[in-house]
């Protein structure tokens, strides 16, 4: 599999990967306000061995520990919106590690319902991704919470996609003080496009809502079979922050940290297969 830069045929082709795939493993939390929905945060469908779970930052799983009495919920259908109910792991955000991640094992109830409407992402695209490439080759799906109905209308939210890429230097990791071992800084320029509307749009310059969802890695390769250019992802992280400071740029936790908080806390084991740019776990 060899990895190329975007051509027209290539954005054709990651555009149908977002809209078929990405797209429907990504989910986003609700919490209810004076009886109505508001946008809470994003999060990703998985599903590892025989368990189902959505792994999210963890300063949004927290909502459930600091607001006992209340849930988050997910749009099932246009009126239709379950509780999320499992298990909350999350880390505790510390200033030096910036660890940010959580996830919920979900029970039954819950993924049932999800699983109706959305697709799990399972290991084989989990990817640790040490080596950064310097491309747009870098996507973030989530659901910013500017992207909300006006009042008077049907609630409904939009997913939006943004293509980034690395920094040329290591500066922002520097300003920010973030390692390069547990974090994935990008620059995000340009356009991001309205995953249901197909629309483009201006950069937003805040990324509320966003903030546990998928960072995902495009691979875009010729396929000899087809003669076609066809492109595949992995997930390479999980957003947790955002900065419009000296470099405007998102920040993810690195996917291997999740991979071993499910080592640790529900026993699973995972081979490794080596590739010349990182593993997939």
């Known amino acids: 599999m060899t990895e190329k830069i975007f051509t027209k045929e290539a954005d054709n082709a990651v555009v149908e990967q977002i809209n078929n795939k990405i797209f429907k493993h990504t989910i986003q939390f609700l919490k209810i306000e004076n009886g109505k929905p508001k946008p809470y945060g994003s999060g990703v469908f998985a599903k ?3 368990d189902y779970f959505i792994i999210t930052a963890s300063h ?5 520990e600091d607001h006992p009495h209340e849930d988050l919920r997910i749009k099932i259908a246009k009126e239709l ?10 880390s505790i955000i510390d200033e030096n590690e910036r660890i940010d991640l959580a996830y919920i094992k979900l029970h039954k109830q819950t993924f049932i319902y999800l699983s109706k409407v959305y697709i799990p992402v399972t290991i084989g695209k989990f990817r640790h991704h040490n080596n950064l490439l310097n491309g747009t080759n870098y996507c973030i799906l989530g659901y ?30 520097q300003i920010y003080k973030f390692n390069k071992r547990d974090h ?19 950069i937003i310059s805040q990324f509320h809502g966003i903030s546990g969802c998928g960072l995902w890695f495009l691979l875009i390769y ?8 066809e492109v595949d992802y ?7 922050e955002f900065r419009t400071g000296k470099y405007f740029c998102v920040i993810a936790n690195r996917i291997w940290l999740i991979i071993e908080a ?19 776990a």
């Open 184 to 202: 994935i800084i990008l620059n995000v320029k340009g356009k991001g496009t309205d995953v249901n509307t197909g629309k483009k749009a201006k």
């Open 144 to 173: 910013p919470a500017i992207n909300v109905t006006k009042e008077g209308e049907p609630f409904n939210t939009g997913a939006a996609y943004f293509l980034g890429s690395p920094p040329i230097n290591d500066k922002p990791y």
């Open 262 to 280: 499910f080592k640790v806390a529900e026993k699973f084991t995972f081979k490794e297969k080596f590739i010349k740019k990182g593993f997939v």
């Open 234 to 240: 992995r997930l390479v992280g999980i957003m947790t």
């Open 48 to 50: 590892i061995y025989d």
């Open 222 to 229: 010729d396929n000899p079979a087809t003669g076609k250019t």
């Open 60 to 64: 949004v799983a927290s909502f459930f």
């Open 81 to 90: 919106f379950i509780p999320v109910c499992g298990e909350v792991k999350y």
